[in-house]
Each structure stands twice: as C-alpha cells, then as structure tokens.
C-alpha cells in the first residue's frame, strides 16, 4: 500500500510547508511551529555536545591513566634512565603526600634559614667596618 501522493509527487505526510506562505495558519499556530522548530534544534544541540564532552571526558580520563601507567614502569627504585621518577599516583596515600608536602617545606625552611644567617653575618661584618 503506498502512501497517498499530492499533484507535486511529495507524499501529503512529508510534505515541508513554509509557515509565513501557507495561507491556512493562523498566527498563533506561526508561532507555536516556531517554538517547536527552536526546541528541536536546542535538544539537537544539547546531544551532540553531550556528545562531543564524553569523548573529551573519555580522552582526558585515557592520558591520565597513561601518565599513571608509565610512572608505574619507573620501577621499585624509582628511578629511569637516570632520573628520579615522581610519585606513582596508584600507590602514592595520604600520609605519603603529607611527608612530600612536608620534607619540601622543611627544605625551603633550611635555605630560608641559611640566607638569613648570611645576610645576619654581612650585617656583623658592616658593623664591625664602620666601627673602626
């Protein structure tokens, strides 16, 4: 059975009208295909973003794992082609990022210390010139 078909060879169910042309819509129907048209092209949009933020999620996730797998390989002496290898993030816990976090702040705090020493001996030493 085939669908009915109008003069212009378009079957009457798919036919496209341009809503300011047809002759029998009132302007309240106008507007209601116009709101409708607007809402379908939103949602269209939305998927494909959604789409298209998988896949960088996706891919963002894959580099991240990557990183993880190959600072893994460095090795239980941590170290490849000899360098240091950084922490490895599957192993690494909390109280391994606390001795981290606090071995470099104990390090600034020596060299900090050692400056103010310096300059607190270039002081005694001014002191001393202009004295004399």
Do not use: H, K
Not at 65 to 92: D, E, K, Q
Request: hydrophobic share 40%.
């Amino acid at each position: 059975m085939a669908a009915p078909r109008e003069p212009g060879g378009e079957a009457a169910f798919a036919r496209r009208i341009d809503p300011a042309r047809e002759p029998g819509l009132s302007p309240e129907q106008r507007l209601l295909m116009a709101q409708v048209e607007r809402a379908q092209r939103q949602r269209a949009l939305q998927r494909r973003l959604r789409g298209r933020n998988a896949l960088l999620a996706l891919g963002i996730g894959a580099v991240a794992f990557g990183i993880c797998i190959l600072w893994g390989r460095a090795g239980p002496g941590g170290t490849r082609r000899g360098r240091a290898a950084p922490a490895v993030f599957l192993n690494t816990t909390l109280p391994d990022g606390y001795t981290f976090y606090s071995v470099s702040q104990e390090r600034f705090l020596d060299e900090l210390e050692q400056e103010a020493e310096a300059a607190r001996a270039r002081a005694r030493a001014r002191a001393e010139s202009a004295a004399s």
